[in-house]
């Protein structure tokens, strides 16, 4: 199994990136962990704790209710949405990704499917009671971030929720950072240009040594 090393990562993604080619890397991130989702660097291996409390203040009373997670990795908030009665569909660019979902969840009622955020499947437009976004849009780089967010924001049904999970930073600072995180101008765009609501704002530093600043945020699309 290949080890993780923070300085190659960077390396290799700044050289997709500069290639235009963003998202031509991210397969390899699972295809290191040779078959253990265990070992895959990013994954916390359990669901997003504020998530879990946004579905435990927001019981979903219909068995109709559809969800979709953006970029799902190895299948944690894809599997908890489904436990809190969700019809889900949980995406990613990567096909290890979903293999290892997959072999992780064999008997779960989740849609595990290899998508592409910038080219989804046609039926999947404004076709979702719920929109799980986490982490994505911090390992893109330039216009494919207000793509991936304007992608983000199509999948939303009317009368919709999307929860943005990523981390942040204050405007300015950070800038060649790899992920780089979300300033609070950019999140803010999907109230200025993609007219949601935004429902909730939380800004957080997690457990880790040392910590790093996070956004939680809810958005509604309001029927027209």
């Known amino acids: 199994m290949k080890e993780f090393n923070p300085i190659e990562y960077k390396k290799m993604v700044k050289s997709y990136q500069e290639n235009d080619d963003p998202t031509g890397w991210f397969d390899s991130i699972y295809t290191d962990a040779q078959g253990d989702y265990?070992?895959?660097?990013?994954?916390?291996?359990?669901a997003n704790e504020y998530l879990i409390d946004w579905l435990k203040e927001h019981p979903n009373t219909s068995k109709n209710k559809k969800a979709i997670v953006v970029g799902?990795?190895?299948g944690d908030d894809a599997?908890?949405?489904?436990?809190?009665?969700?019809?889900?569909?949980?995406?990613?660019?990567?096909?290890?990704?979903?293999?290892?979902?997959?072999?992780?969840?064999?008997?779960?009622k989740v849609n595990f499917v290899v998508a592409d955020l910038f080219n989804y499947?046609?039926?999947w437009f404004e076709n979702f009671d719920l929109v799980y976004e986490c982490n994505t849009i911090q390992v893109l780089p330039g216009k494919y971030r207000i793509k991936a967010r304007e992608a983000?924001?199509?999948?939303?049904?009317?009368?919709?929720?999307?929860?943005?999970?990523?981390?942040?930073?204050?405007?300015?600072?950070?800038?060649?950072?790899?992920?780089?995180?979300l300033d609070k101008e950019e999140i803010n765009k999907f109230v200025e240009d993609d007219k949601l609501i935004?429902?909730?704002?939380?800004?957080?530093?997690?457990?880790?040594?040392?910590?790093?600043?996070?956004?939680?945020a809810t958005y509604k699309k309001e029927r027209e």
């Open 152 to 181: 983000i924001s199509s999948l939303i049904a009317k009368n919709g929720h999307v929860l943005v999970s990523c981390r942040s930073r204050n405007k300015g600072e950070q800038e060649d950072d790899i992920p780089l995180p």
């Open 38 to 46: 265990k070992a895959v660097f990013w994954a916390d291996l359990e």
């Open 79 to 108: 599997q908890a949405l489904s436990e809190f009665g969700y019809k889900v569909t949980a995406f990613d660019i990567s096909p290890t990704a979903i293999k290892l979902c997959k072999d992780r969840y064999p008997t779960t």
């Open 121 to 123: 499947p046609k039926e």
């Open 72 to 74: 799902c990795g190895v």
């Open 198 to 216: 935004q429902m909730s704002f939380l800004a957080y530093d997690d457990n880790q040594t040392p910590r790093v600043p996070h956004f939680f």
